[in-house]
């Protein structure tokens, strides 16, 4: 019974930003983790970047320095902000959630947003 929310994709011409948010709700003991991950037509899902519920980060290499991800605790929202942004970044993001959803339960389930397309132009 959790779900994942999606927004603020959309089309951006190359060196714009975006900010993409990922708001968790519904039977939600604990947030492990949290990610982006993207999609390319014809190409496979990768990940862009993740954070831990101690606020460790990782990047993708193809996005240091352009991308940062962030979290409030307090909304279980994650956050992507996108910046310099090329057309190689365009793609469909999904974000990803790592839930322990019970008090008595020690078990983390992977959850996954709808997904929001990035569109860079040149």
């Known amino acids: 019974q959790v779900q994942l929310v999606e927004s603020g994709g959309g089309l951006v011409q190359a060196g714009g930003s975006l900010r993409l948010s990922c708001a968790a709700s519904?039977?939600?003991?604990?947030?492990?983790?949290m990610g982006w991950y993207r999609q390319a037509p014809g190409e496979q899902r990768e990940l862009v970047a993740t954070?831990?519920?101690?606020?460790?980060?990782d990047y993708a290499d193809s996005v240091k320095g352009r991308f940062t991800i962030s979290r409030d605790a307090a909304k279980n929202t994650v956050y992507l902000q996108m910046n310099s942004l090329k057309p190689e970044d365009t793609a469909d993001y999904y974000c990803?959630?790592?839930?322990?959803?019970?008090?008595?339960?020690?078990?983390?389930?992977?959850?996954w947003g709808q997904g929001t397309q990035v569109t860079v132009s040149s």
């Open positions: 990803n959630a790592r839930i322990r959803t019970a008090s008595w339960s020690l078990r983390e389930y992977d959850y």
């Open positions: 519904g039977s939600i003991f604990s947030i492990n983790a």
């Open positions: 954070i831990t519920s101690g606020a460790s980060t």
